[in-house]
């Protein structure tokens, strides 16, 4: 794929059907997920997430159900490299503190899909702008896809593989203090799998 696609150029896109028919993309197991719930925990995740210059970012927030509720969400940040994914939740102050520090550090990208929520959430609840975030479906719109892909129809493309997202895990209680496995597995592989359209749009350094 050319690395500047005119803006004319647009690039066709599997459909569901399509992409129902790929073979799985490869993700994450719960042996490289590390969930992150301690300040004692989110120092030592800091210190793995220092080896590398970009990292795969999603949020994660309660779903409201009642007309005009407000999401006190974030309840969970990911963050991803090119083999393991850190889930962190913000129950505890240090931890919170850490995952802040994180997201404003600088000479890192935060590479993810549909941010812009997530990006208010954060600053309303930890008090930081986000540094460095890049919105991945602003980049494969710029190299001539659709507006806003989405994770699915970008490992599609990219990979030819097919991303499974569980609609039950998606809608779940992420505020809960014990999260589920099927919870880890769906908010470590967004973060896991926006790392590597990232690094397969040849954007790492």
């Known amino acids: 794929m050319p690395q500047n696609a005119p803006m004319h150029t647009h690039h066709p896109v599997p459909g569901k059907d399509q992409i129902a028919l790929l073979e799985p993309f490869e993700r994450l197991d719960l042996d490289r997920i590390h969930l992150v719930s301690t300040g004692a925990q989110a120092e030592r995740a800091c210190a793995a997430l220092a080896a590398t210059s970009f990292w795969?970012?999603?949020?994660?927030?309660?779903?409201?159900?009642?007309k005009g509720q407000e999401s006190e969400g974030p309840h969970i940040v990911q963050l991803a490299t090119l083999d393991a994914?850190?889930?962190?939740?913000?129950?505890?102050?240090?931890?919170?503190?850490?995952?802040?520090?994180?997201?404003?550090?600088?000479?890192?990208?935060?590479?993810?899909?549909?941010?812009?929520?997530?990006?208010?959430?954060?600053?309303?609840?930890?008090?930081?702008?986000?540094?460095?975030?890049?919105?991945?479906?602003?980049?494969?719109?710029?190299r001539g896809y659709r507006k806003d892909m989405g994770v699915k129809a970008a490992v599609a493309v990219l990979f030819n593989r097919r991303f499974i997202k569980s609609k039950k895990a998606a809608t779940s209680n992420w505020s809960n203090p014990r999260l589920t496995e099927a919870q880890l597995v769906y908010a470590a592989n967004d973060a896991f799998a926006a790392a590597h359209v990232f690094h397969a749009l040849g954007l790492s350094r």
């Open 56 to 66: 795969g970012f999603d949020t994660e927030s309660r779903p409201t159900f009642a």
């Open 85 to 142: 994914a850190w889930v962190f939740q913000l129950h505890d102050p240090e931890c919170s503190d850490l995952v802040a520090e994180l997201l404003t550090r600088p000479g890192v990208a935060k590479a993810g899909f549909g941010l812009g929520d997530d990006r208010k959430r954060i600053q309303h609840k930890l008090g930081v702008e986000a540094t460095e975030v890049l919105e991945l479906n602003t980049v494969l719109r710029q």
